[in-house]
């Protein structure tokens, strides 16, 4: 399996501020990298597919670079809303492995 | 809008099976494959496969070769998750969540989860 590693694994910060997340696949997923944000007690949902495209409905504040096997999320001004835990997603190859996640909370 | 509503929680004795459902609503059904995710308390989503909207094709992580199977009804639009000889390892909320398609699989959106206990 390919093994996703996300750091940090948790990160306190302000509203307004610029958030960077990063993850990290054992082998090259070319861009095959999706990032799924997570509130506790709900499903995860969807933000960034094929590592730098925006799903829709998801705010502009939110992007993600990278290929082969590095990769990042940023969260350009982090509002109330954001507070939550990401994950990271290869869909390379079966199974599709997800990041240890990184928890953003309220500094 | 697009939709999965998933069975309610589940308690399970060790040993037992578990079979959950996954209702779509929303858009064609038959378009889009379904995938199984589960997710064990404080701990990463686990990908346990998929199931082919539009036939009976499926794709199963090793790591639940043998004790899980996945089936669909399309004249409900549900699909259903299997699981065998559960054990306390299994204890998990179970996602179902629709592959919006295209070159590589992305998940959007989630059913609500189902919450399973596995306990004697």
């Known amino acids: 399996d390919i093994q996703m590693t996300q750091s940090p694994s948790s990160l306190s910060a302000s509203v307004g501020d610029r958030v960077t997340i990063t993850c990290r696949a054992s082998?090259?997923?070319?861009?095959?990298l999706n990032w799924y944000q997570q509130k506790p007690g709900k499903a995860p949902k969807l933000l960034i597919y094929g590592a730098s495209s925006l799903q829709n409905g998801v705010p502009s504040r939110f992007s993600g670079s990278g290929s082969g096997t590095d990769f990042t999320l940023n969260i350009g001004s982090l509002q109330p809303d954001d507070f939550a835990t990401y994950y990271c997603?290869?869909?390379?190859?079966?199974?599709?492995?997800f990041g240890g996640g990184t928890t953003v909370d309220i500094k | 809008q697009v939709q999965l509503a998933q069975s309610g929680a589940e308690v399970k004795k060790p040993g037992a099976s578990v079979k959950i459902s996954c209702r779509a609503s929303g858009y064609i059904f038959t378009n889009h494959a379904i995938h199984w995710v589960r997710q064990a308390p404080g701990q990463r989503p686990e990908c346990m496969g998929w199931v082919n909207g539009g036939n009976d094709g499926t794709d199963y992580s090793q790591r639940f070769q043998g004790r899980v199977t996945f089936t669909r009804n399309a004249a409900a639009n549900t699909v259903y998750m299997e699981l065998t000889r559960l054990r306390s390892e299994d204890t998990a909320v179970y996602f179902c969540a629709r592959d919006i398609g295209g070159e590589s699989t992305k998940l959007d959106p989630w059913g609500q989860g189902t919450p399973v206990i596995v306990s004697s």
């Open positions: 997603q290869q869909s390379y190859i079966m199974p599709r492995t």
């Open positions: 082998q090259s997923i070319s861009t095959y």
